[in-house]
Nanobody
Framework: QVLLEESGGGSVQAGGSLRLSCIFS????????ISWFRQAPGKERVGVAA????????FYHTSVKGRFLISRDKGKNTVSLQMNSLKPEDTAMYYC???????????????????WGQGTQVTVSS
């Protein structure tokens, strides 16, 4: 069992920045991949960034590439998502998710991730 808890959401104007954090606990040797997903009202949940914990490889959705940065603090079992140049279309509930995945050069879909946090709201106003 892996437990995940997100923090750092909030409201910001377009062009601003936010940093989300995900603390994972429990069987922390189990997942090899931690990702961030987001879901806007009435839309599907979409993966925006992933990091493989062993080698540190990272992958991003095209809509956030160059603006978002996913990273891991190895000593604290924390994965962060630095979000810069935020746009109104980035408004969504953001979720942290964990999985033991075969290596794949993408974030993957929600069904690949058995462990989820409760989410944190990000709102970007124009």
């Amino acid at each position: 069992q892996v437990l995940l808890e997100e923090s750092g959401g909030g409201s910001v104007q377009a062009g601003g920045s936010l940093r989300l954090s995900c603390i994972f606990s429990g069987d922390t040797d189990s997942p090899n991949c931690i990702s961030w997903f987001r879901q806007a009202p009435g839309k599907e949940r979409v993966g925006v960034a992933a990091i493989y914990l062993g080698g540190g490889s990272t992958f991003y959705h095209t809509s956030v590439k160059g603006r978002f940065l996913i990273s891991r603090d190895k000593g604290k079992n924390t994965v962060s998502l630095q979000m810069n140049s935020l746009k109104p279309e980035d408004t969504a509930m953001y979720y942290c998710a964990a999985a033991q995945r075969y290596y794949s050069a993408d974030v993957g879909g929600p069904s690949e991730y058995p462990y989820w946090g409760q989410g944190t709201q990000v709102t970007v106003s124009s």
